[in-house]
């Protein structure tokens, strides 16, 4: 079975950083797209970024110039740089892994993590 594990979460002040790490397990051979997501309390869940396995970047207009995706594919690994915070970005990150294939043959459409959450203090 294949999981997600998010880590990096945290308080912080405005105008701080966190790093963010998701680390995908369970004999994977392949993963498309790795990203990650937030949801603030009382909202929907949103995009953050994204990231294929061609290196390709997507992100959110309100993180643009202030977060960066990365990842690891050979540790099945996302990382999420995000610099300059602000108390809007407040929420749960969750991570999810898109179109997951693993060494026993198992085909994943979508995997989720559980979420790490962040508080950004004004």
């Known amino acids: 079975q294949v999981q997600l594990v998010e880590s990096g979460g945290g308080s912080v002040q405005a105008g701080d950083s966190l790093r963010l790490s998701c680390a995908a397990s369970?004999?994977?051979?392949?993963?498309?797209?790795m990203g990650w997501y937030r949801q603030a309390p009382g909202k929907q869940r949103e995009l953050v970024a994204t990231?294929?396995?061609?290196?390709?970047?997507n992100y959110a207009e309100s993180v643009k110039g202030r977060f960066t995706i990365s990842r690891d594919s050979a540790k099945n690994t996302v990382y999420l740089q995000m610099n300059s915070l602000k108390s809007e970005d407040t929420a749960v990150y969750f991570c999810?892994?898109?179109?997951?294939?693993?060494?026993?043959?198992?085909?994943?459409?979508?995997?989720w993590g559980q979420g790490t959450p962040v508080t950004v203090s004004s």
């Open positions: 369970g004999s994977i051979s392949r993963i498309n797209t």
């Open positions: 990231v294929t396995s061609s290196r390709y970047t």
């Open positions: 999810k892994a898109v179109d997951v294939s693993t060494l026993l043959g198992s085909e994943y459409l979508e995997v």
